[in-house]
């Protein structure tokens, strides 16, 4: 993008250099030299004249009288009747020459070297080639500034809506000051909200459904069972097969779940949390060091974990965050193996959440320290998009279960999943 609006600019300084530079250089040229013949005509006319007073008081001609009127390195030639008479150096060759007629039938003629001509004549075109060199110059240097300008922007954009495809919905507050571009990244904000709140949403309502299903189907299965102990044999056969029928209907529903589990972390890929980790604490130790505060890092050695790279660094991001601007002391980012799963911690030396907040902690608009309320809901749904979990271990540390990537795979390769139930 930047490389095409430069590109254009420039075009578009050098077309109008070209326009206007060549047609303003002849012009010049042309000036010069009329100016120059100017002054020649206007000398030879006021010669023309005295001789003519001379001729007519019956003098004879004498052109010491003129000589103060020709130039330095002209020269004068007067032909009058079959006389001619001539003053001044010789010109050298292809002189510019300016010719007058005289009342008494003659004619006066002034003779200068073109050489001075075309030496003002050159340093005027060097001039305004200069100027249009420059006029170049500074049409680049505002190509690149308007090219940064725009070009930065839209990269941040577009950035901004790579990180909402992989499922960061937080709002990025950053803007630009090109209204077409805020109103983009306005919209982006927007739909990541309803992005936010419809997979929030969505999350629930597969649990809401998952609970009342099982309760129902265990309820169901149980008064089965009871009715396939009568000893009526017709009664008990109608109530086993109809238990086989709740028995393939809970097989169903967890096929169902888990198809939507893995649908939702299907951008997830074998990751290297031990090098996620370290990149990420090199982001926000300068932000710590600010604040004279510091960031400690403590993670085992080829961590491998299946996540989606994006979705972990802004759920650690809030979290960070979270420490940064409210709690104390030194913050410490580890990272282990635990049952089945890669543990990776967040724990600052402050007081940390109050614990009448905690049942609320990760509820989406509340907030006990007057942000948003938003931060932590947006973390937990992250991770578990990628069928992690996010919790409140103790009132000063969060924790985040990130299931082990298998044996078999390979970094960078995105985990492969049925969208179907099974």
Do not use: C
């Not at 490389?3 to 060549?22: D, E």
């Not at 941040?156 to 803007?175: E, M, S, T, W, Y």
């Not at 990541?192 to 265990?218: C, F, K, Y």
């Amino acid at each position: 993008m930047r490389k095409r609006l430069l590109q254009a600019t420039l075009l578009a300084v050098a077309l109008t250099a070209f326009v206007l530079g060549i047609p303003l250089v002849v012009s010049a040229l042309k000036l010069v030299e009329d100016i120059t013949r100017g002054d020649l005509s206007g000398r030879a006319q006021q010669i023309a004249t005295r001789l003519d007073e001379q001729v007519a008081a019956g003098e004879p001609i004498e052109l010491s009288n003129v000589r103060l009127v020709v130039p330095d390195d002209a020269r004068l030639t007067v032909r009058i009747s079959d006389r001619t008479y001539t003053y001044g150096t010789d010109p050298g060759e292809d002189p510019l020459v300016e010719t007058v007629s005289m009342v008494q039938s003659g004619t006066v003629r002034l003779a200068v070297p073109s050489s001075p001509v075309r030496t003002q004549q050159i340093q005027v075109a060097g001039g305004i080639s200069l100027l249009a060199v420059l006029s170049a110059a500074t049409g680049g240097f505002v190509a690149i500034v308007t090219a940064r300008r725009l070009a930065d922007p839209l990269r941040h954009v577009a950035d901004r809506a790579n990180r909402l495809g992989a499922g960061d919905f937080r709002p990025d507050p950053k803007r630009h000051g090109v209204p077409e571009l805020d109103r983009v990244a306005d919209a982006l904000d927007a739909s990541g909200a309803a992005l936010s709140q419809l997979m929030q949403r969505e999350r629930e309502l597969v649990g809401d459904v998952s609970h009342q299903l099982r309760s129902r189907l265990t309820a169901l299965q149980l008064r089965l069972e009871a009715l396939a102990e009568t000893e009526d044999e017709e009664t008990a056969e109608e109530a086993g097969a109809a238990l086989e029928q709740a028995e393939r209907l809970s097989g169903v529903l967890d096929d169902l779940l888990a198809a939507a589990t893995a649908a939702r972390a299907r951008d997830a890929e074998p990751l290297d949390v031990s090098a996620e980790l370290s990149g990420v604490a090199e982001e926000w130790r300068e932000q710590f060091r600010a604040q004279g505060r510091t960031l400690r890092l403590r993670i085992e050695k080829e961590l491998l974990a299946r996540a989606t790279p994006a979705r972990l660094r802004e759920a650690l991001g809030v979290l960070l965050d979270n420490a940064l601007r409210h709690g104390e002391g030194t913050v410490t980012l580890s990272a282990k193996y635990g049952s089945g799963t890669v543990l990776v911690q967040v724990a600052d030396s402050g007081g940390g959440v109050p614990e009448e907040l905690v049942p609320h902690v990760f509820t989406r608009g509340f907030s006990g320290g007057g942000s948003t309320g938003v931060g932590l809901a947006l973390a937990r749904a992250l991770i578990e998009a990628d069928s992690g979990r996010l919790e409140l271990s103790r009132p000063a540390t969060f924790e985040i279960y990130l299931p082990v990537a298998r044996a078999d795979d390979v970094l960078g390769v995105p985990w492969q999943t049925d969208s179907t139930p099974r």
